[in-house]
């Protein structure tokens, strides 16, 4: 007998990652799209809210009012900052999971009104919160009620450095990310600085410093790698609407090259299914992985300096978002961990 | 008992249409992929030539010399036009199926030498050869042993205006066919002209009058509607990868309008999965069939000039190559039509 | 004795429009940039609203409330449609001259309600003004007080449409313009559908029928050749952001044929600094006329349709507004006509 | 009496740094292009190779071989690497002024063989040239007879640190460069990689370790600031034609900040036309600085890590080499310096 659906809620589905979310859930064979929510949109259709989702079997899907959401098994939360902390704790409550794309439960308490500027109204659920970045902790993920997603820059950031620090190869201290993004990485509310006309041609540094990946960074690597990091980081918008690359430097420690980073990768991500680690001097490409859930990742040291150099491309919808989501959702239901998750980019 | 796997070749494996329909045959369970065939890049794996598929199955496959193809059932040709008329008779003539991506079969013979500047040297199998559109002409293709899948520009000009000319809402003579497309399109070979400097910013016809589509589009309208028409066509390069846009305009014949032209283009394309007629007023976008089999259709009436306008959407390279030649395979081998297609675009 | 500088009032001066007259005029010996009207950005300096110009002797320069313009000899409009018919006659008046950027003074009273869903507030001051396409009007607009500045669509239009018809070389009717235009059109108000992760790799029609620029069209057309004509127009939206390709498709009459086309482009133009008509076989481009004033115009007949086909090229912010406006401005003052213009495309 | 104009040759004509020199040029007043030189297009005319400059002034001037080139006062080279080593010593000897927009006379002799994999040829030229970046070295290059013209990601890293060095707020060893280029930096010739189907929604690394703007960033540096540096450097693709982003990294010293930082900036460029320091908080962006010879800089420090980041946009073409050059051949020439550059960019 085949086992009744998972019965899945989309919280703040008419956004990009919430359309995300439902375009890969559509390949989903034991999830139900039980309830699409997002308060503005409220009363639309699937395909009112995310016309290209028109021919598929969700297209009549209503959207509803987050409160009306009801008769589910896990939530996905797919809102802006702040709304997640306020909505989840009730579900938990009730024995819903939540998986929360939102950066709601991804740090310390302490760290929220620097970096997030509210003070945190549910401490005491940050402590069961598991940051779901399978490759890393992905026994964790398997036993998680929360799941706090994490963000697209620190993903790579974390898959890259994580084997090397656990290592010793490169220093903890003194660590810079540069990163590139697209523009749907700032969502899809109409602004001036992201209209095409403003973004074709142009390259520029955005919240500097102060963005609050850094200090996510600094505790996914220290989780992983058991030791604390500084992280200094500079995000860029370039004219590209999917991917994120991250261009990590580190003191590189004696005896540390090219090879011995490249095969430390190679050994860490053996088997995964989602981490492509490149060949030394092979160099990663956000184009080859848009559309899948792979990150590619790649790593050299500059000899006559010692510096190490490791970037890691993804794309920001999918394993930066939607994609890593139902990657930690099949986990925590007991599903094949790659279900409905694509490994082949959509190219050129 | 389940049925051992259609074994298929794909030919002309490294280029974009080539890698299209490897990254799509992936998705389908009932096809096994038993040659990829490349002249001048055999010898690598498919995750060399196609490094956005490495992370799957397929990705160590080999690309091997046309001419070692052996043990298949079907073969799907994506070679330069004048590579499948010499390559494929032999292989029919084994009882091979083929699929034909490039223009070697759709047109009478006496067509070849002024559109493609060769005499065709094999005529007798143009007359065998079905032309391979599916929602106009399903029933042929079901018994094809050949079939010539249509180019990316007559596919939604075919689609568009032929319910309208078997109604009569359309003159059949004087339809002018404005087309435009993005890059893939020019395929993959190196070209001052496609760079990315000579491209962005860039906005140009090309190649008029004299486009090879013109004649397979007044073909495909008079073996879908019955009778001859007179087409003007006017291709142009824009600014993106995916996608083909073509609006057709046409003299509307008395009475017709915007809400007759919709219906009757509904009632035509009613179940079909891969066909979206949109309501009259909402125009069509070719970024939200990006990634998905589905043509987008519009129809409307100018009531001040008599003019009919159709504009239609698809990605060139599915519904306008790879998609359709295994929409087509589905249909021949006796799949069910749509399995491994997807109609959900991958936006943004 | 030097002249005293013409003193210039931009209103709009925000928008991108009035930011290219700006850019323009700076290069201009015989012009003083005396007022900066915008009342949105009103208290701003030029480099706040445009930080491309921060660099210029004009950075400095406040941007006012409109009401404030005093002590200038021309306004330039950069205004949305419907305002500069109100601001205007009292200006002109006062002996102030004008060009109207917008649609304001383009067309008869009796369009207006149609076209532009208001009725015209100042029918009797639509008599005086002159359509400022020199190329075809030069000698109106050496006399004229206020200056209808043509749109951008219409402006290669009746370029490439007006010598062709006043030889009898195509028919009046059954024109049919299918335009292409990047997004800088639009305008620089934050909007969805504008936004980067909208528009790339988006190609659409809009405003079907009933753009504002068609009856502008027939317009421009009737007053260059001297006879009505029927003009349908779909204008669409490509992935760039400046530029506007219009692609005119025409019924050729007996004889015409693609080097005679040609040739009457060729005469008619021929001395003209900012048009380019194309050998025979050559295709225009966008990007080949960005920044200039130029337009690029081609001619082509499709002997088996009996087609003509005239595409025209140009930058919408330039030569399709604020280039042409200054050309304007150049005639009516008796400067030279290409003062501060560039032949002399921005390239790649 | 005028004087007569100073007769300038172009070498490397038809490339993309070539046509943009003609293009700056032919808005100078005391300047003749009195030579186009290029040996695989000789024979055509400026508007063969360059379609976009058709409608100047120098559009029917032959592009000839190199070796005919004769009466001439300055040669501007735009060709490859290697190139000015061999062709530039005789015109020099005859009294023939040269600027090398080329790496041929950027570093001193022992590192030719490393950086740019040739032994250099003229050692002792090597000496006699003047590193071409006006801001920092103005009055050598007013009495250059040979001007190595920087690369375009060496002018903003060493406009952006050496008053930082200078003023010890900055620890020389251990800075890091991660640079972001458009596609006009990798030249005009044909290359997969560089096609508009590779490139759109790509972002990737390219040549590391071994850039060869690494060694010149630190010899710059050195020549400005006094004292040895070291830096690694990673230079990146992004969509886009034009426009290079530098974001450099260094450790602050104690008591450096933001403020103080921006402050040292404004100072050392204090009435320079081209470097435009940006008030502490706002961000540098290419595409406001595209078409015009300006560098925008922005510099910020991270009190948490003790990090200094200088950011550095800039146009590669203008700035970054034509533009510059024309800047050091002003000041050779005793021109006034801004002759022909524009300080307005080309927006949006």
Known sequence: MRAPALRVAVLGASGYSGGEIVRILLEHPAVEIAF???????????????????GTRAAGLLVRPLEEMDGIDV???????????????????????????????????????????FEHPVAAWLDKAVYGLPELFRDQVREAVLVANPGCYPTPVALGLAPLLREGLIQPDGILVDGKSGLSGAGRKADEGAMFASTEESVRPYRFPGHQHTPEMERALELAAGAPTSVAFVPHLVPAVR??????????????????????????????????????GTMVDTKRVR???????????????????????????????AGQAIQNLNLMAGFDETTALSTAGIYP
């Open 36 to 54: 699409l929510g997002a308060n503005r949109s409220a009363g639309a259709t699937l395909a009112g809210v995310h016309p290209h989702l028109a």
């Open 75 to 117: 939530a996905l939360f797919a809102l802006p900052h702040g709304a997640c902390a306020g909505l989840a704790p009730p579900l938990l409550e009730r024995g819903i999971r939540v998986v929360d794309l939102s950066g709601d439960f991804r740090l310390p308490a302490a760290a929220y009104p620097e970096w997030y500027g």
């Open 243 to 280: 991917g994120v690359l991250v261009t990590c430097y580190a003191r590189a420690t004696r005896g540390a090259t090219t090879e011995i980073l490249t095969d430390v990768l190679d050994s860490a991500y053996a088997g995964e299914p989602f981490v492509r680690v490149l060949p030394a």
């Open 291 to 321: 559309g899948s859930n792979v990150v590619e990742l790649q790593a050299g040291v500059d000899p006559r300096t010692g510096t190490a150099v490791v970037a890691g491309a993804l794309d920001n919808l999918v394993k930066g978002a």
